[in-house]
């Protein structure tokens, strides 16, 4: 069974950093593209970062380009999204997504086959 968990959530002050974590439970963790999304209340589920199964590169939406980092360790089958200059707009559920293969629309959220159960981010200003 397919099991994506995620930690690292917490409460932080503006300005502040967070490094997200989601560690997956299938060993043919190289082949699955990763990506983050988030979901603050009231508002659609938006993708945050990706990164390609094949040759990692990396996708971020506008809003968190060069202020979060998403890494991937294969060998410790888990996918990390660092998250600096935090602000109050980043407050939202994150979560992780897998697919397998996947090699475009990395920033869509259909077709993700799995997903991780969220962690909370607060922000406070």
């Known amino acids: 069974q397919v099991q994506l968990v995620e930690s690292g959530g917490g409460l932080v002050q503006a300005g502040g950093s967070l490094r997200l974590s989601c560690a997956a439970s299938f060993r043919t963790f190289n082949t699955y593209t990763m990506g983050w999304f988030r979901q603050a209340p009231g508002k659609e589920r938006e993708s945050v970062a990706s990164?390609?199964?094949?040759?990692?590169?990396?996708y971020y939406a506008d809003s968190v380009k060069g202020r979060f980092t998403i890494s991937r360790d294969n060998a410790k089958n888990t996918v990390y999204l660092q998250m600096n200059s935090l602000k109050s707009d980043d407050t939202a559920a994150y979560y992780c997504?897998?697919?397998?293969?996947?090699?475009?629309?990395?920033?869509?959220?259909?077709?993700?086959?799995?997903w991780g159960q969220g962690t909370q981010v607060t922000v406070s200003s």
């Open positions: 990164i390609r199964w094949s040759d990692h590169t990396t």
């Open positions: 997504a897998a697919d397998r293969y996947r090699n475009d629309g990395l920033n869509f959220a259909a077709g993700y086959a799995y």
